[in-house]
């Protein structure tokens, strides 16, 4: 029996592929790639980024640039669920990942305290108050719960399975869930210097890949029990199916090469579903374009679902956004579910023959009811959500 009782009534996304949703897909229809030098802070370092050069114009907190990512695509969620900012009459809880927000967002203290010997506390106070489950509660008034999670690159994702668990166990009657994160010095320094990033636009799962492009955005989506769209007139045929987690308690920043954690979270989110591995008509990969991860995975889904399996990876549009990843991929995944089709995972051309699957190269139509959406991270933590439409008659 497929779980279809948490359906999903509203979408909301941005990154460098588009303010919102409309123009996303616009820009993955024509196969276009915003990417370029980051202007947001200096540095020495020349790789391409995926940055979000414009903001719809409204009054979102000034210096901090994750939340502001976030409530742009929260209120694109809210308003595609035809429902108000406020939403005190609700029982909403408010769950949302992200990495560079929680840790990252007051480094004009110490670099101030660092050059002068002294700061200003604004920073401090922007910090302390730029939790980011917490600041949209307050925004819409919620009665349900607030979390934050940071959980690496599977952030948004685990951040969307708690949500739907909160729901499934009465605690909330609607949730806001996904992931935010901006592109910051730091990451950005980091993970050059792992080597893992690539000096060209990423090539997920393609021979010659050499490494990822860091990106930033958010991805929300508003989930709700059937019970509680039924009482306020909302319908919608897109509903949140599953999810699972798994560690592989392997390597700090590697995956493990067998592959065992992601297989684990896959099964679990199957499991939870209560659907078969041949019922996924496709799989909205990881893909970072790393070495390494684009052979876990790719193996991985190989021995799940074998050799016919659609994958894609849309990272090559958006860069990696880290902690808002598993977010904006889950918000593309139902769009793609919606519409009946997937963009090419641009950047592919060439096939690796250490990974067993290639993904699609070009834009291609699909027609099943049932999908899934990987997440990898740092620490060995895998994460897996399963998403579906109702077919019509």
Known sequence: MITDNIIITGLGVISAAGNNLPETLDSFSRGKRNAGKVSLFDTSLSYPVFEVKTFPEKNYPEGQRTLRLALIAVDEALKDAQLEDELSEYRVGVCLGTTVASQLNDLDFYKSYRDHGSASMVPVDRYLKGNLAEFVSRKIKSKGPSLTVVNACSSGTDAIGVALSWLNNGLCDIAIAGGADELNRVPFCGFGSLGIVSPDLCAPFDRDRRGLN???????????????????????????????????????????????????????ALAYSGIRPQEINFVNAHGTATPDNDVVEGRALHRIFGPGVKILSTKGYTGHTLGAAGGIEAVFTCAALRDGWIPASIGFANKDENIPVVPVMEKTTINGCCALSTSLAFGGNNAALIFGRRLKA
């Open 214 to 268: 860091l990106g930033e955005g958010a991805g929300v989506m508003l989930i709700e029990t059937k019970g509680s769209a039924e009482k306020r007139g909302a319908a919608s045929d897109l509903y949140l199916s599953g999810y699972g987690s798994a560690s592989d308690s392997y390597h700090l920043t590697a995956p493990r090469p067998d592959g065992a954690g992601l297989e684990a979270a896959i099964h679990k």
